[in-house]
C-alpha cells in the first residue's frame, strides 16, 4: 500500500521544471500543485540556459536527462559554468545505482525517475528546499485531480510529433548518423515514459527494448522492429484521439496581436534556418487557445518544420492573416 506523503506547502520557493516533452511538464506541474509553490518552465536546454544568464535562480532545477539538440548532461555543465551552485535534480527513465555518480560528477544533486512518483517527489521537495520555505499542511489538495482531456491532447500532439521524427529518421535506413542514432533515441525514450504515463504498459516495454536496442546501434533488429513500434503508436494516437476534446475559440476572441507578432518572427526564425527559435515560438503559442483555422495553420508550420521545408513554413507564416 502506497502512503501519500503529509504535504508541505512552499509558497516562497521556485522550481524550474526542463523537458522538451510538454505531457512530462504537465504531469510533473499537477503533481508540485498541492505545495503551492511557483512553477517556471523550459522546453529546452538553451530555454534554462537564457533563464540562468538573466539572473534567476531556483530553489530545484529539474533537467529532463534526455533531449534533442542539448541534453539534460550538457546543459547541467552550461548552467555550472555560469556559477550557478543551487540544486538541478536530474529526471530520468533510465535510473540505476551506478549512474548516480556520473551524473554527480557532471553537476547533478539527485536523481529522480519517470514517471514521477509522489512519494519520491516529496523526499527530494524536502531535502532540497530549506526549512524557512516550507509551512506544513496536511489538509493541502491531492495531486492530479481527473484531467483525462489534457494528458490525451497532450500525449497526441507530443506522440505525433514523435512519430513524424522517427519516420523521417527511418527513411535514411541503412545508412543512420550519429544524430540520426541520437533522435532515434530520444524519441522512443520519451514515447516509453509517456506511454507509461496513459497506462499503455505494454507498448511502453517495447519501446524500452527498442531503447536498449537503438542505444546498443542493433541496426538489424532496430530497422525490423521500428515499424512495428510506429503502428502501435498510431493505433494508441488514434484511440486517444477519439477522447480527446480539443479547445478551441472564436476567432474573434482570439490575440491577434500576438498571433501576428509571433508568425513574423517565426518567419524570420525560418528565413535563417534558426529551427530552434522557431520551434520555441511554436510551443509557446501551441499552449494558447486558437480557433480550429488557427490551430489547423500551427499544426501545418510544425509539420514543415519536422520536414525541414523552412521556405514553406516561412511562407505560410509569413502569409496567414486573420
Known amino acids: 500500500m502506497t502512503i501519500e506523503p503529509q504535504h508541505t506547502t512552499m509558497p ?23 505545495y503551492k509553490l511557483k512553477v517556471e518552465t523550459a522546453l529546452s536546454g538553451f530555454d534554462a540556459i537564457e533563464k540562468i544568464k538573466q539572473g534567476k535562480t531556483y530553489d530545484i532545477i529539474f533537467m529532463d536527462h534526455l533531449m534533442p539538440e542539448m541534453d539534460g548532461i550538457e ?8 556559477g550557478y551552485t543551487k540544486p538541478i535534480i536530474a529526471l530520468t527513465a533510465n535510473t540505476l545505482s551506478n549512474q548516480e555518480d ?11 525517475s519517470k514517471p514521477i512518483e509522489i512519494n519520491n517527489l516529496d523526499l527530494i521537495l524536502n531535502r532540497f528546499i530549506c526549512k ?13 485531480d481527473n484531467k483525462a482531456n489534457e494528458i490525451s491532447a497532450i500525449f497526441v500532439s507530443d506522440a505525433q510529433n514523435s512519430v513524424n521524427i522517427i ?9 543512420f548518423s550519429e544524430d540520426d542514432w541520437q533522435l532515434l533515441n530520444v524519441n522512443v ?24 536496442d537503438i542505444c546498443a546501434k542493433c541496426k538489424d533488429i532496430v530497422i525490423e522492429s521500428t515499424p512495428q513500434f510506429i503502428k502501435s503508436l498510431k493505433q494508441v494516437i488514434e484511440k486517444m484521439e477519439g477522447t480527446v476534446q480539443i479547445k478551441t475559440c472564436n476567432s474573434k476572441n482570439e490575440d491577434t496581436e500576438l498571433l501576428q507578432e509571433d508568425l513574423q518572427k517565426i518567419a524570420t526564425a525560418c528565413e535563417i534556418y534558426d529551427k530552434r527559435t522557431a520551434k520555441h515560438l511554436l510551443n509557446e503559442l501551441n499552449q494558447k487557445i486558437w480557433s480550429a483555422e488557427t490551430k489547423k495553420m500551427l499544426d501545418e508550420i510544425q509539420k514543415l518544420l519536422w520536414d525541414g521545408d523552412f521556405e514553406k513554413a516561412m511562407g505560410l507564416a509569413k502569409n496567414f492573416s486573420k
Not at 524557512?132 to 492530479?144: L, M, S, V
Not at 525514450?189 to 536498449?212: P, R
Open 12 to 34: 516562497d520557493a521556485c522550481i524550474l521544471i526542463v523537458d522538451d516533452i510538454r505531457m512530462n511538464i504537465y504531469v510533473a506541474e499537477e503533481l508540485l500543485s498541492p
Open 75 to 82: 546543459t547541467t555543465k552550461r548552467i555550472r559554468d555560469l
Open 102 to 112: 556520473f551524473f554527480q560528477a557532471n553537476g547533478i544533486d539527485a536523481l529522480l
Open 132 to 144: 524557512e520555505k516550507r509551512t506544513k499542511n496536511a489538509d493541502c489538495e491531492k495531486p492530479i
Open 167 to 175: 519516420e523521417k529518421t527511418m527513411s535514411k535506413s541503412p545508412y
Open 189 to 212: 525514450h520519451a514515447m516509453k515514459t509517456a506511454l507509461a504515463i496513459i497506462g499503455e504498459k505494454q507498448l511502453s516495454a517495447f519501446a524500452l527494448k527498442l531503447e536498449e
